[in-house]
């Protein structure tokens, strides 16, 4: 397995020595969070924490969908997986997530119709191949990910597909950020952008970051030379005193992102708020679907669904907020692990626990 | 004979006859399945230690780049024969079918089926058929037993695997699950083929080499980091990949970023990872290499001590971190961006 050529070893150490000499200059140990599971993934994945300075410090913020995803949200998933005239229709790593009392893995092996897919597309084949039953997508993810449910549901009123519906529980990245750079138990100098999201929203949409929350912050990619690149600008810009967003992702990112996506995701859904798992009820921070296509919104099926249940001790909220790192969660790799996960930063791969737990640090 | 499978076809009766003498024996022509009595009775053992072994097969799709479903039910259970250090002889294929599938379908597995008996060199001898009502199975699921003889004075097993072992790997890895995923996402190309096939002649080429063989295996499910795990864990030992050194081909390692898997923990049914002693490692390679099935061979890590609260299995990054691979939690899931 060798690595292309963004992840070439020469430039790797080469990039590693840069950052270690300029981070000698550094008034104090400097903390920058990457707010993309993706992100979290390939750091962990590389092993680039270990070979970082000490005075620099990458924590991993709520950018993992699964793992910000509320308990009752994934109960009213399988309240509707239950009823014998739905079908749920899923991400994988989503099936693992405990819910109040199981989870829609354990809820299918009890007969509930629960299938996994790699696309709402795919979602929607199945709507057209049971027009008797209602086919639900769980909409999770950030603005990567919501176009393409966007685009299902325009293909849905296109083509005359009733039967397909949509469980929004879509969210978009600068309310958090802006709520995590505010919260003072929360120490941040410079944010790792998404580099995926951006794609979508463009390098402007973080504008915000630099003239209203006053930090440094780089949009990056994902292979290691890219994720150094950003480090790098990131410890340039606290040693130089400075607060700017640069887009280090050129090759694919620009100033104002794809407006064909961001078009057909305005025209479904409009902004709401929402709840996070472990950073409670965030001001604007969702997307719910517009008065126009009620008829999409499974939220509007009726199922009954008791209070969520959150797992006692669970420490997901620090977590995602980097306030702790995973090992210090008293749970973490004695009762909750990715083979039984009790908090959801556990279940998916891009889980800050889970990938702590799979790769070390 | 009908186009398709009918419930007959299991009741034992005519139709099952029928199946039998023209389907099933012509393809495995060999005495003792021509015999049709309760129990082949293929002949005297070998000298040696008995080796015994059984799989079930399902696969969707059943018909893939490289193979198929019956094929793949005559290399699994070769391999596991092969890889215990054994001759493979003589298996057994019994299938289930769901009513309504087609009988070419089925011809096409007992054609592969019969192609990789005749490639490992082994006979099947014993067999069975039923058939289930429409929807309570999909299409085929085949199982197979097999009976093999480990040669006297052989001794292969993971107790024998220490520190200072190589870990080689006979070609690149992950080609199988690649294959079969891309094929169920239509994200086939022509790059990608299984690389399923009988391991026997090349296990004994390795075994015949020269070279102190401590253990072999195929990694299968879970892949090479599952196999290294329980390799691992039985020998108390741990294992340190070098990710630069496994091989795996640009269109594998394409297929698994965009499904978001490791190539590491995809199915092989076709590669061989075989423990040798450390300072024969280049030897055995050269045995490997020699052989057509192992002509992309590699060694890919070595045994190390475990020290107590080591991870039993780690990758060492092309930066020089180190990864630890762990056991996945269940099935491998696609995620979400």
């Given at each position: 397995m060798r690595p292309d050529r963004f992840g070439d070893p020469a430039a790797v150490r080469a990039l590693v020595g840069r950052i270690g000499r300029l981070a000698e200059g550094l008034p104090r140990r400097v903390t920058f969070m990457e707010v993309c599971g993706t992100h979290t993934h390939a750091i962990a994945a590389a092993g680039l924490r270990r070979l970082l300075p000490s005075r620099v410090r990458l924590i991993a913020g709520p950018g993992c969908p699964v793992c910000v995803t509320p308990v009752g949200y994934v109960d009213r998933a399988e309240a509707l997986a239950r009823r014998p005239d739905v079908i749920v229709t899923t991400f994988g790593d989503l099936v693992r997530v405990p819910s109040s009392h199981g989870s829609l893995e354990r809820c299918r092996a009890e007969g509930a119709d629960v299938r996994v897919v790699y696309s709402p597309r795919d979602a929607l084949a199945i709507a057209r191949e049971h027009p008797r039953r209602t086919v639900v997508f769980l909409g999770v993810g950030f603005e990567t990910t919501t176009p393409t449910v966007a685009a299902a549901l325009a293909e849905a009123e296109a083509s005359g597909v009733p039967n397909f519906r949509v469980l929004a529980g879509h969210k978009v990245m600068p309310p958090p950020m802006r709520a995590l750079a505010r919260d003072p138990a929360v120490q941040v100098d410079g944010f790792l952008l998404p580099g995926h999201v951006s794609v979508i929203v463009g390098a402007r949409a973080f504008e915000f970051v630099s003239s209203e929350l006053s930090r440094a912050a780089v949009v990056v990619g994902f292979a290691p030379t890219d994720v150094l690149q950003g480090v790098e600008a990131l410890v340039r810009q606290a040693v130089e005193g400075r607060a700017e967003v640069e887009n280090l992702y050129t090759r694919v990112v620009t100033p104002e992102g794809n407006l064909a996506a961001r078009a057909v995701v305005d025209r479904f859904f409009e902004p709401a708020d929402a709840v996070w798992r472990g950073l409670g009820l965030i001001p604007g921070s969702g997307l719910a679907l517009r008065g126009a296509f009620a008829h999409r919104d499974a939220g509007l099926v009726e199922v009954e669904v008791c209070e969520p249940v959150e797992p006692r001790g669970c420490r997901c909220g620090d977590v995602l907020k980097g306030v702790i790192d995973p090992p210090e969660c008293p749970l973490f790799g004695t009762v909750c692990t990715p083979a039984a996960p009790v908090g959801a930063c556990m279940v998916s791969n891009e889980g800050s626990c889970a990938a702590w737990f799979r790769h070390g640090a | 004979m009908t186009a398709r499978i009918l419930l007959a076809h299991g009741g034992g009766g005519r139709l099952t006859q029928e199946l039998v003498r023209e389907l099933f024996v012509p393809a495995f022509s060999n005495p003792a399945l021509a015999a049709l009595s309760d129990a082949a009775l293929p002949g005297a053992l070998p000298p040696g230690r008995l080796a015994f072994t059984t799989d079930a097969f399902v696969v969707e799709?059943?018909?893939?780049p490289g193979g198929d479903l019956g094929y793949l039910s005559v290399c699994g259970t070769v391999n596991d024969l092969a890889v215990s250090g054994a001759n493979p002889l003589w298996l057994s294929w019994a299938v289930i079918l769901e009513e309504g599938l087609e009988v070419e379908l089925l011809r096409t597995f007992v054609a592969g089926a019969a192609r990789a008996a005749a490639e490992a060199g082994v006979q099947i001898v014993a067999g069975d058929t039923k058939v289930v009502p429409r929807g309570k199975a999909d299409g085929a699921f085949v199982v197979t037993a097999g009976v093999g003889v480990v040669p006297p004075g052989a001794d292969l097993g993971d107790h024998r695997v220490a520190p200072g072992d190589a870990v080689l790997a006979s070609g690149a890895i992950g080609e199988h699950g690649a294959t079969v995923m891309a094929c169920r996402h239509g994200l086939g190309g022509e790059a990608l083929r299984s690389d399923c096939a009988p391991l026997g002649s090349l296990a004994t080429a390795l075994r015949d080499s020269g070279v102190e063989v401590h253990a072999m295996h195929d990694p299968t499910r879970g892949g090479v980091a599952t196999t290294c795990h329980e390799v691992a864990s039985r020998s108390g030992t741990r294992i340190v990949l070098e990710q630069e050194a496994v091989p795996v081909r640009p269109p594998v390692a394409a297929v698994c970023d965009l499904l978001g898997l490791d190539p590491l923990y995809v199915a092989c049914e076709g590669r061989l990872l075989a423990w040798v002693r450390g300072d024969q490692a280049e030897r055995a390679l050269e045995a490997l290499r020699a052989h057509p099935q192992g002509a992309?061979?590699?060694?890919i890590g070595r045994v190390e001590a475990r020290i107590a609260g080591q991870a039993p299995v780690v990758l060492r990054t092309p930066y020089g971190s180190l990864r630890v691979l762990d056991l996945l939690a269940g099935a491998e899931l696609p995620r979400i961006c």
């Open positions: - | 799709p059943p018909v893939f992309g061979a590699a060694c």
